[in-house]
């Protein structure tokens, strides 16, 4: 008799039912508080030096860029008089390093500077969002940790993002000096939910990535990040990058360690590459062949998943169609063996959700909020917003535990182009 799905993935450590939901909160809450006190944590809790009840400048243009897993973004926005973000110009291209290509750090950032020089106008303020683990400084300036998402630039780790995209406009003729800030991506989706949210709503706000990669941020005490003296001193809440894709305590099976032993960085980033885009899609397809080597499916599935190019998008229509006419079905076969598949990906979906929620629910544990609050998750990222599924999954967590337990609704908020909103916020504060 062959194995069931979820038999098959608890012999690999990769059932969800494996990781109990409040004890990965519990394990999330435990990891937050350690990294603001600066012991050893696998959540970064960098300080943005982005107060939440700061405001933006109106009536003023901002240069404004978005450097994310896959593409990169650049345009001017300003607020008008009522507060609503106007975006002026907005044009689109891949990132630099990405598509198998290496670039080193300098190529990276004249790339960017190059793509932007037509959106700089008069603009003497810009801010760039950047979705790799950057360490904010007072200044606005952020230092480069590591580049993951398997983007390939070499030499960029301990480069200053700002000052090195300022040099580079300059170098090609881009008049004037700009004031430049960068801000992480969940950071830039944070303030840019807020800027389309009806604010009067929502008691807090919570920025959450899941796409090309994952990550989150959070409003906190400035007081309590006690290992960065001068956050502390600043007073009010301050917004705190978490890098929750870097989170390390979630139960990891076989493919995870074969993925992350293969990757760029291996050892870092072990949530982001369960549940991100970039990851999630080779998840599936290794644990598929897995199970057809070991016998779970039948003769033959193997091979044909071996030569299949497993994206984003077919893991989508497999979701919608597990017996339909797409590549993944046409590969597994046979009705018994797209049962078996559709179960497997299923769970690990629902792992993926797990794992993401439980992040989002020890953030709204942290708050303390009255019951009957109402927090907005301002979210962004293409697996978050195609992936039939995951969200619901999500969504089920989140009315799980933080409404029925802590008595707080979640809310999901989209808002277009969310991290270059955000961007402008950012750049056009005091």
Known sequence: MKKTAESFLREHNMYYGQMPFEDLVKMYLEEMEAGLRGEPSSLLMLPSFIRSDEEPARGESVLVLDAGGTNLRAGRIHFDETGKPVVEVLKKRWMPGTGGVEVDADEMYREMARFALDCVGECRRACISFSYACESRP???????????????RNAEGTAVCASLEKALKELGA?????????????GSMLGGMAEADRSRYADYIGFILGTGTNACCTVPSEQITKNPQAA????????????????????GTVDLALDSESAIPGDHQAEKMISGSYYRQVLGRTLELAAREGALSSGVSERLKVLRITSALVDAFCLEPHGDNPIARALGSREDRDFGAAV??????????????????????????RGSRVGVCADGTMLRLNPVLRPKMEAYLDGYALEKLGVKAEFLFAEDATLLGSAWAGLLA
């Open 139 to 153: 200044d606005g300036d952020g230092i480069i940790l590591n580049l993951c998402k398997e983007l390939r630039v």
């Open 175 to 187: 008049p004037g000096r700009r004031s430049w800030r960068v801000v992480n991506d969940a950071v």
């Open 345 to 370: 990906n299923d769970a690990l979906l629902e792992r993926a959700a797990r794992v993401a929620a439980a992040c989002l629910c020890a953030v709204i544990e942290k708050r303390g909020l009255p």
């Open 233 to 252: 001193a600043m007073g009010g809440e301050m917004i705190v990058n978490m890098e929750s894709g870097c989170f390390t305590r979630m139960l990891r």
